[in-house]
């Protein structure tokens, strides 16, 4: 009888003993989590740093070769596209430097800001390493930031005022949700489409009267893209400054491109530049709105041809594989009608210059600004979910092109490595909202986090 009781006794005991047990391996299993050694966690800072450096450089090597690839079938040259040598040709090929340059940004950023954060909690000691507290993340990001140091110095103010609107961006959407601050108009169906049209025109007013305040490269894609030829636009600006142009200047220009316009004005103090002067090959406006929408979009087609296909691929490269055809498919659909887009604005533009130049007699600098929110209405052309982003795109050149104004004006000054603090202090808010409000931040930034510092750990 006593082994009986003791039996039911220790079977009683049973479900304590194991749930004590189950206990002390918890326990167990949290001690080992928190004493994971330090140089653990940074090795895998350093992988992830590594792979996405990779991948970024296979990006932008991509997108070039991609470029060339369209560029040989717009010229017709089929059998140059199978000859390696002539693709690959470091002649035509010159994206490498950039590609080591944004591959290091991307690299040290991600790879830097995971070894930071587990830095950060083990000198704080905190409990849980597991768990990523707002201080840790937003001091993490913001000294990650600093990897746009691997940038080329004129990129990176746009770098980080592209950084600033997103960060902004997802405050705002931050604060709205909290009922803390609701800003008028952000219900409008178009607001997006309307930032675009301000931030465009704030572009192309700067283009037409200071281009050399854009950066170069963005200026050269503007004039590429665009119609008219740089003796012109340096035509407009000494007209609407009171500068003389002379009649012999723009006669000999005429003849240089073989082009029908007549210019009639004898005199060196024009009222207003001829827009045959800008469709310098036509004198016909109509004519000319059509030969610039070809030229436009024939100019832009192998650029946004690449940029809707390489990400498809690379940056979504499961879902490519699971249906290949389906992705190639959307990124040359995308690729269409951003080229439509594209050339629809520069058409547009020149249009707007055209009917001005009918109405009224005599030049105003208001007029680029206004024909640039003329043309701006070709961003219905985009997608609904494209429209912010190519405004958030366009955001960062018009204040920074604005900001040039007012320095020059003595109205502000240069801070020393402003852009770094400022891409930093930026790229601290972006990774609090991806770690802690995801859902106030853009799609299309939350996925290239995704992308980089989520699945690069699987």
Request: net charge positive.
């Amino acid at each position: 009888m006593s082994h009986v009781t003791a039996d039911l006794d220790m079977a009683g005991n049973l479900p304590e003993s194991v749930s004590m047990v189950s206990m002390a391996s918890e326990t167990s299993d949290s001690a080992a989590k928190e004493k994971r050694p330090l140089f653990r966690l940074l090795a895998a800072a350093a992988q992830t740093g590594a792979s996405n450096f990779i991948l970024a450089y296979n990006v932008r090597a991509g997108i070039a070769v991609l470029v060339r690839i369209v560029l040989l079938l717009q010229k017709k040259q089929f059998k140059q596209v199978a000859n390696l040598k002539v693709l690959l040709s470091e002649k035509h090929l010159s994206f490498r430097v950039e590609a080591v340059s944004m591959g290091l940004f991307i690299g040290w950023f991600t790879g830097g800001y995971q070894a930071l954060k587990a830095i950060i909690k083990r000198l704080r000691d905190v409990d849980d390493e597991e768990v990523d507290d707002p201080t840790t993340t937003i001091v993490a990001g913001t000294l990650a930031g600093t990897a746009v140091v691997f940038v080329e110095p004129e990129r990176r103010r746009s770098l980080a005022l592209y950084a600033l609107a997103r960060a902004l961006q997802c405050l705002y959407n931050s604060a709205k949700s909290r009922d803390v601050w609701h800003f008028w108009g952000s219900q409008w169906a178009h607001g997006d489409s309307l930032l675009f049209g301000i931030t465009s025109a704030q572009v192309m007013y700067t283009f037409i009267m200071r281009p050399s305040i854009l950066p170069k490269e963005y200026s050269s894609f503007i004039h590429r893209t665009g119609p008219v030829a740089w003796k012109v636009l340096h035509f407009v600006q000494r007209n609407t400054n009171g500068e003389p142009v002379e009649p012999s200047e723009v006669t000999r220009f005429l003849a240089d491109v073989e082009s029908p316009v007549q210019y009639s004005c004898q005199h060196n103090q024009p009222t207003i530049i001829p827009c045959g002067l800008i469709h310098h090959p036509t004198s016909s406006c109509s004519y000319g709105f059509l030969l610039t929408l070809v030229k436009a979009m024939r100019s832009t087609l192998p650029l946004y041809m690449s940029l809707n296909i390489v990400p498809q691929v690379v940056l979504q490269f499961r879902r490519f594989l699971r249906t290949p055809f389906y992705s190639l498919f959307r990124g040359v659909i995308g690729g269409f009608r951003s080229t439509l887009f594209m050339g629809s604005f520069v058409a547009i533009y020149q249009a707007a210059i055209c009917v001005h130049r009918q109405i009224f007699q005599r030049d105003h600098k208001f007029a680029y600004f206004a024909a640039g929110l003329v043309s701006s209405f070709a961003i219905f052309i985009e997608a609904k979910g494209r429209r912010s982003e190519l405004a958030l795109y366009v955001l960062p050149r018009a204040v920074d092109s604005l900001f040039i104004m007012l320095r020059d004006k003595r109205w502000l000054a240069d801070v020393p490595y402003g852009e770094v603090m400022l891409f930093g202090v930026s790229m601290g808010a972006i990774m609090f909202c991806f770690e802690h409000e995801r859902k106030n931040l853009s799609p299309m930034v939350r996925s290239l986090l995704d992308r980089f510092l989520v699945a690069s750990k699987q």
